[in-house]
């Protein structure tokens, strides 16, 4: 959790996590403190900043959240807190095949997934890893499940010219061959569908 007043990070706070009821429901406890709680009383902007993890997408692919803010005391005691505007986050599959060049199913290829952020937006460079793929079946099959889309950040449209793809990277090829040579890029545009990268991956590094 990380916390700003007057779009200036701050320290002067403690925060706790609890959870509790059914179904299970997440509460974050920020107490502001020393001269921090002295700025906020004088009238200040607050921005509270914590990371969440979701835990499955629904079939839609469309994840819906609201939040709950008790400013004080006792809006907490009489139960009247602010309601959050509903926020969706949109999210889509990658299916992956990994084939040799005489169209041959190639077991035990690895992947990890990042988040382009090149000026190029080619992935010649990128952020952290996402998301590590399983190892390809039998059938040179895996899929990696719930990557939000790339078309709808913050819950609004991003204009096409500003989207960042992802990069596919192999970082283990199956026995005998070498890893591809350069990252694979992929958008995902529709909630709920799967994006076939069966043929970006045919290239075996052999």
Avoid at 11 to 28: L, S
Avoid at 172 to 184: D, E
Wanted: proline share 5%.
């Amino acid at each position: 959790t990380t916390a700003k007043i007057n779009e200036q990070d701050t320290t002067d706070f403690d925060a706790t996590t609890a959870k509790a009821g059914n179904p299970e429901r997440t509460t974050v406890t920020v107490a502001f403190k020393d001269a921090g709680l002295d700025t906020i009383a004088a009238g200040a902007k607050v921005e509270v900043t914590f990371k969440v993890k979701l835990n499955s997408v629904p079939s839609d692919g469309l994840t819906k959240n609201t939040g709950q803010l008790f400013p004080n005391k006792w809006s907490k005691d009489n139960g009247k807190p602010v309601v959050s505007p509903e926020v969706v986050t949109k999210h889509g599959d990658i299916v992956i095949k990994k084939v040799n060049k005489d169209g041959t199913d190639l077991k035990d290829a690895e992947f990890d997934v990042y988040l382009d952020n090149s000026a190029q937006k080619d992935c010649s460079n990128y952020g952290d890893k996402i998301v590590a793929s399983g190892a390809t079946n039998e059938k040179g099959l895996v899929s990696i499940k719930g990557l939000q889309l790339t078309n709808w950040i913050n819950g609004k449209d991003v204009p096409e010219a500003e989207q960042h793809p992802y990069c596919l990277v192999e970082t283990k090829a199956p026995s005998g061959y070498q890893l591809l040579p350069k990252p694979i890029k992929f958008s995902l545009t529709k909630a709920g569908t799967v994006a076939d990268l069966t043929a970006a991956a045919e290239n075996d590094g052999s």
